[in-house]
T-cell receptor, first 114, second 113 residues
Framework: QQQVKQSPQSLIVQKGGISIINCAYE??????FPWYQQFPGKGPALLIA?????SEKKEGRFTISFNKSAKQFSLHIMDSQPGDSATYFC?????????????FGTGTRLKVLA | DGGITQSPKYLFRKEGQNVTLSCEQN?????MYWYRQDPGQGLRLIYY???????QKGDIAEGYSVSREKKESFPLTVTSAQKNPTAFYLC????????????FGPGTRLTVT
């Protein structure tokens, strides 16, 4: 019940296309869903995050869509660029007494072709 | 220049030796975390600390130890009891009040042979 399942494992998209990465969770107590971007040999960087009280959040070319009833959320990268080539991780968290432990998905390696 | 620093970037050790990874933050965050990352897997929580002199085990704490003597420092020791210590280790920090965002350091790649 603590798992976060992420798909696909890898994704190849043409420049200018839309990249879509999906995550599913089971624990309905999760109340925070961030996406992280990681370049090789670097630490993950927070990209965008959503709480379950909204169904969509957009920041620039990045959008999170959230479906509470289906317990799924997804990251959409519009107008994908070669610089977006990285590994993306979704996560879910349940705040407990000020500590927000994350459960991470297994990651999606995105390659955007020039 | 605020952030999280981890040192060294690469670390090599012989099997049977303990090794300590450094993590320092100047963000004035209360909570700090250690994760392990293996190829094809997500990040897995080793230990976390909400406050100085207190820490809790994460999901894979066996073979690891930590200390939190100062707010800005959270070193991780990989002991000889850890069966598969070769991995990429990531430190993170966050506020503990009304904030979920965790900020990660650049990581330390540990290779044990």
């Amino acid at each position: 019940q603590q798992q976060v399942k992420q798909s696909p494992q890898s994704l190849i998209v043409q420049k200018g296309g839309i990249s879509i990465i999906n995550c599913a969770y089971e624990n309905t107590a999760f109340d925070y869903f961030p996406w992280y971007q990681q370049f090789p040999g670097k630490g993950p960087a927070l990209l965008i995050a959503i709480r379950p009280d909204v169904s969509e959040k957009k920041e620039g070319r990045f959008t999170i869509s959230f479906n509470k009833s289906a317990k799924q959320f997804s990251l959409h990268i519009m107008d994908s660029q070669p610089g977006d080539s990285a590994t993306y991780f979704c996560a879910a968290s349940k705040g407990t007494s000020g500590t927000y432990k994350y459960i991470f998905g297994t990651g999606t390696r995105l390659k955007v072709l020039a | 220049d605020g952030g999280i620093t981890q040192s060294p970037k690469y670390l090599f050790r012989k099997e049977g030796q303990n090794v300590t990874l450094s993590c320092e933050q100047n963000l004035n965050h209360d909570a700090m975390y250690w994760y392990r990352q293996d190829p094809g897997q997500g990040l897995r929580l080793i230990y976390y600390s909400q406050i100085v002199n207190d820490f809790q085990k994460g999901d894979i704490a066996e073979g690891y130890s930590v200390s939190r003597e100062k707010k800005e420092s959270f070193p991780l020791t990989v002991t000889s009891a850890q069966k598969n210590p070769t991995a990429f280790y990531l430190c993170a920090s966050s506020w503990t009040e009304s904030s979920y965002e965790q900020y990660f350091g650049p990581g330390t790649r540990l290779t044990v042979t």
